[in-house]
């Protein structure tokens, strides 16, 4: 069974805090996507990993790529309160359907002042 | 673009009623996704489709949800008849397919709530 698995699932922070969210996957994958949901609201793409080793960056968050360990993270730099929110990770095994995603159960992340 | 938008926002019924939910995806888009979302088991795909035809439909909890995308700018979600166990969060979203990104966008969800 394929198996998406974050850690860990709940992070309260402190601001100006770092800190890494895992996402470890069972299937052979070169596309990982990060989603980010605020409370009551829908989900909001943040990165698209395509290969091993990609690396993207969009302000205090960065998020990598290591396909052969099936691994993915997502590093947080001086945390805000505003990065608040919780964090999917989502896999496209390979050679299965196009946008057949498979999500992770997401991290819950609080950052207090 | 307005983005994928679903209707209605929120729904509120009673167990044994009928429920249709609506999804228009983003214009141009070829892919349709339908997801649930609840505490308990987080983020979970119902059914896609590819160019309005359903390609995966094993995601679909019972024969009592159906769905239908009866042209390349609306869909439906029907839940017939509805228990409480069905309250949830329901997404829908949209691809293009064949770029480099493969990337959904989601809609706002429609919040179903059966009492």
């Known amino acids: 069974e394929l198996k998406v698995e974050q850690n860990p699932l709940f992070l309260s922070m402190q601001e100006g805090k770092n800190y890494t969210i895992y996402c470890n996957y069972s299937?052979?994958?070169?596309?990982l996507y990060w989603y980010r949901q605020d409370p009551g609201k829908s989900l909001e793409s943040l990165f698209v990993?395509?290969?091993?080793?990609a690396v993207k960056q969009e302000g205090r968050l960065m998020a990598s790529l290591d396909t052969k360990a099936r691994l993915s993270t997502l590093h947080i730099t001086a945390a805000v309160h505003d990065l608040s929110a919780t964090y999917f990770c989502a896999v496209e095994p390979y050679g299965g359907s196009q946008g057949n995603l498979i999500f992770g159960k997401g991290t819950k992340l609080s950052v207090k002042p | 673009d307005a983005g994928v938008i679903q209707s209605p926002r929120h729904e509120v019924t009673e167990m044994g009623q009928e429920v249709t939910l609506r999804c228009k995806p983003i214009?141009?888009?070829?892919?349709l996704f339908w997801y649930r979302q609840t505490m308990m088991r987080g983020l979970e795909l119902l059914i896609y489709f590819n160019n309005n035809v359903p390609i995966d439909d094993s995601g679909m909890p019972e024969d009592r949800f159906s769905a239908k995308m009866p042209n390349a700018s609306f869909s439906t979600l029907k839940i017939q008849p509805s228990e409480p166990r069905d309250s949830a969060v329901y997404f829908c979203?949209?691809?293009?397919?064949?770029?480099?990104?493969?990337?959904?966008?989601f809609g706002p969800g429609t919040r179903l709530t059966v009492l």
């Open positions: 990993l395509l290969s091993n080793g």
């Open positions: 299937t052979t994958s070169d596309r």
């Open positions: 214009s141009g888009h070829d892919y």
């Open positions: 979203a949209s691809m293009l397919a064949g770029g480099v990104h493969n990337e959904q966008f």
